[in-house]
């Protein structure tokens, strides 16, 4: 099992799209590269059940929360919407509630996608759907909740990093994180899924 997560807005759908290109079956899928019946059917139900934003903006769910509240059947849940031998989801909100999917799918190996905090909040300040914040302050404070997840999922999880603003410059980008996952990686695919000026003018 592959678990895509990182900060909204740090370019988690672009690897999603790559490790789809590289044979990860993420089935049905938004533009955003999110399987939309996952998202949907048992994600954002089970955050509004723990009283938090389903959007994990504000409040946002912690994973002692999760911790304590488990939901036994997510592994069999999440698979009926994955065909294939290489299951890949991802999910922003996977970060907050992470010992949920750990428990689940022990087995996983987990991408934490990440991008300088300047860029993530000014992306958040021009996208509509980023609405818990209006100021640069009130989304540094999200954005630094995300660097407390990611520190406890490194120490916890098997887990790789991938940065995309960095990925791009490199002649084999995304390699490390292909090998990691036990992907076949061509390189003309992954560069065919990297639209670099789409993912500059919006994050």
Request: proline share 8%; charged share 25%.
């Amino acid at each position: 099992m592959i678990l895509i997560t990182g900060c909204a807005r740090s370019g988690t759908s672009l690897t999603a799209a790559i490790c789809r290109a590289l044979g990860a079956s993420l089935g049905a899928t938004n533009t955003l590269n999110e399987c939309v019946a996952i998202r949907d059917g048992v994600v954002k139900p089970y955050i509004r059940a723990l009283g938090c934003d389903p959007l994990c903006q504000h409040p946002i769910p912690t994973p002692d929360r999760a911790r304590a509240h488990p939901l036994p059947r997510l592994r069999e849940a999440v698979l009926a919407h994955l065909p294939g031998r290489r299951p890949c989801y991802k999910g922003a909100k996977m970060c907050h509630i992470w010992p949920l999917w750990a428990s689940a799918f022990p087995e996983a190996r987990w991408v934490i996608v990440r991008r300088d905090r300047d860029r993530i909040v000014d992306s958040c300040l021009r996208t509509p759907f980023m609405r818990a914040y209006d100021t640069r302050e009130g989304w540094e404070r999200w954005h630094d909740v995300h660097l407390a997840r990611f520190a406890e999922m490194r120490e916890a999880l098997t887990v790789i990093e991938v940065w995309p603003d960095r990925e791009m410059s490199q002649p084999e980008p995304y390699r490390e994180m292909a090998d990691f996952l036990g992907l076949a990686y061509r390189v003309g695919d992954v560069r065919g899924q990297i639209r670099p000026a789409l993912w500059h003018a919006g994050g």
